[in-house]
């Protein structure tokens, strides 16, 4: 299966200031019982200030390499798809919007009475795409067609709670380049998001260096390594690394602790 990865634009895409597509919200969560369906609502709006755009909406599936960039797939093709359950009124799958216009469209996910699988998740990717490509240019002046593509991601999940689990299996931290790596997986049934927080402690003077916090997400099983550069590490002396990440869990969270000598 040819698999390739893409970035999605979420909020305002804008090439050349020729044509624009904003659909929010970036992410859709569902809830359901076997049987059951639920429906949500995305907006679409056409943020061009001249040009009248065609849209399609169209499903695919979508998964997450270890770097955590988007990998994109035909829809129905991941086993924790959920793109058959979703349906999307027939007046809404090709539309046009004139310039400032915006239309609400309705996502209906409807679970299956008997599953077919027993993963407690299920994903898709919900796409509006313009179909009348426009004149735009690059940074060069080059004349060019332009078309824009919005991604929505599509996240749903049984009733029932789950416990979830983030373990870090390796933490090494890359002297010579002042790059910290990071390797922790999803062990939980469900998709987990949070925020890594690193604290750098010299045990000799007592001077604190905070790194920014680092978003993730993650899908259930995924391995994420991370490398994230270290700023402010001048002061020689013996060293306490210490990783924090906070997942959502009020009872739980997960830290690695590693020293070294900064000569």
């Known amino acids: 299966m040819k698999k390739f990865a893409f970035l999605l634009c979420f909020l ?18 569902f809830e359901t019982t076997p049987g059951s369906s639920s429906t949500q609502k995305i907006t ?13 909406v169209s499903l695919g599936d979508w998964e997450y390499d270890e770097r955590g960039e988007n990998i994109m797939h035909p829809a129905n093709t991941l086993e924790n798809s959920c793109a058959q359950w979703i349906t999307i009124n027939k007046e809404d799958t090709y539309f046009t919007l004139a310039p400032g216009e915006r239309k609400d469209i309705n996502v209906t996910l409807t679970a299956p009475t008997v599953a077919k699988d027993k993963l407690a998740a299920h994903t898709a990717l919900l796409f509006v795409s313009q179909m009348n490509p426009v004149e735009g240019t690059d940074s060069k002046g080059a004349k060019l067609k332009v078309s824009v593509k919005s991604g929505i991601k599509i996240f749903h999940k049984k009733s029932e709670t789950t416990a979830r689990k983030i373990e870090i ?32 402690i010299n045990t ?10 680092t978003v993730f997400y993650t899908l259930p099983g995924d391995v994420r390594k991370l490398s994230i550069p ?11 690394l210490s990783v ?8 739980v969270l997960e830290m690695a602790e590693l020293n070294f000598n900064y000569e």
């Open 230 to 240: 270290v700023n402010g590490l001048e002061e020689k002396g013996a060293y306490n």
């Open 44 to 56: 679409v709006t056409n943020v061009s200030a001249k040009h009248t755009l065609d849209l399609a």
């Open 169 to 200: 299996q390796d933490l090494k931290f890359d002297i010579a380049k002042k790059i910290l790596n990071l390797q922790f997986k999803n062990h939980s049934e469900l998709w987990i998001d949070g925020k890594i927080s690193t604290d750098f």
């Open 244 to 251: 924090l990440i906070d997942y959502g869990d009020d009872n």
């Open 12 to 29: 305002i895409i804008q090439i050349s200031a020729q044509t624009g597509l904003s659909v929010s919200p970036p992410r859709v969560y």
């Open 204 to 213: 000799t003077t007592g001077k604190k260096i905070s790194i920014d916090p």
